[in-house]
């Protein structure tokens, strides 16, 4: 059974820095690509960012820059580094690998 279980969001200000993860089982990260979606309240689910089973990575332009996807391949966890963190990037953050499978979702806020 595949599970994804991301984990370290929470309360921040802004211009302030959360690192997120995402621990896999019942797949491995290194075989699939891995991606990271969020969604803000009254909005669609939109894409941040994602690294390819190569290790390529696409980031949306609202994250450029702030925003860092690394991978454990060890661990079979992808991480978000997000910094300078702006109101705007208060949302649920799902993992998510391949579009198949995703996880519950992590709470971040921004907020002074």
């Known amino acids: 059974q595949v599970q994804l279980v991301e984990s370290g969001g929470g309360l921040v200000q802004p211009g302030g820095s959360l690192r997120l993860s995402c621990a896999a089982s019942?797949?491995?990260?290194?075989?699939?690509?891995v991606g990271w979606y969020r969604q803000a309240p009254g909005k669609q689910r939109e894409f941040v960012v994602l690294?390819?089973?190569?290790?390529?990575?696409n980031y949306a332009d609202s994250v450029k820059g702030r925003f860092t996807i690394s991978r454990d391949n060890a661990k079979n966890t992808v991480y978000l580094q997000m910094n300078n963190l702006k109101p705007e990037d208060t949302a649920v953050y799902y993992c998510?690998?391949?579009?198949?499978?995703w996880g519950q979702g992590t709470q971040v806020t921004v907020s002074s």
């Open positions: 998510t690998s391949g579009g198949i499978f």
């Open positions: 019942g797949l491995s990260f290194s075989t699939y690509g």
């Open positions: 690294v390819t089973r190569g290790g390529s990575t």
